[in-house]
């Protein structure tokens, strides 16, 4: 029992550490940083209006604007459990009619920013996700060293197979 507890205390000790710096610090931050550039994307969209190259109160620019803020404001929340909460309820959901009148209308560069702002928010998701970046890195991090051991076998038995000498093979086998 006391060998166990010696054995599971730094570990336990170990991962709160972790958890807190994680959730306390790198969490926050990288949010932090994925918020302003969703606010530098919103800034391309204002600027686009401010300079006439498209219309304030254009459909396109007001779905765009408001996708943007309600990223922002769901920054300190989403997470990949979320997404798959939501695939899991809505999964056959087709896309809404706004959606679709936005790729409809929408300019190239609009679009393009709806892309961008997009990713940021699956970022931010990851971001959020620690428990699942950690399952998914151990997976990954299993496949790699998987191919990795795999790729060693084969490069031993080529070696194995080249430094043989076949001229001892009896006639039998020859």
Request: proline content about 3%.
């Amino acid at each position: 029992m006391t060998t166990t507890l010696m054995f599971l205390l730094p570990i336990a000790l170990g991962w709160a550490i972790l958890s807190f710096l994680y959730q306390g610090i790198l969490r926050s931050t990288l949010c932090d940083v994925q918020r302003f550039r969703l606010f530098v994307l919103r800034d391309k969209l204002r600027t686009l209006a401010v300079d006439g190259e498209i219309d304030q109160s254009s459909f396109s620019y007001q779905h765009l604007e408001k996708l943007i803020c309600r990223i922002v404001d769901a920054s300190t929340w989403v997470s990949l459990s979320t997404f798959i909460e939501l695939e899991l309820r809505h999964g056959e959901a087709k896309p809404s009619p706004d959606m679709i009148r936005f790729e409809q209308e929408a300019s190239k560069e609009l679009r393009d920013i709806w892309r961008a702002v997009v990713e940021r928010g699956v970022q931010i998701a990851i971001i959020n996700s620690p428990g699942w970046f950690f399952i998914a890195t151990i997976i990954i991090g299993g496949a790699v060293c998987c191919g990795w051991m795999g790729k060693q076998s084969l490069e031993l038995r080529k070696a194995l197979l080249v430094e043989q000498d076949f001229t001892e093979l009896s006639p039998a086998h020859a």
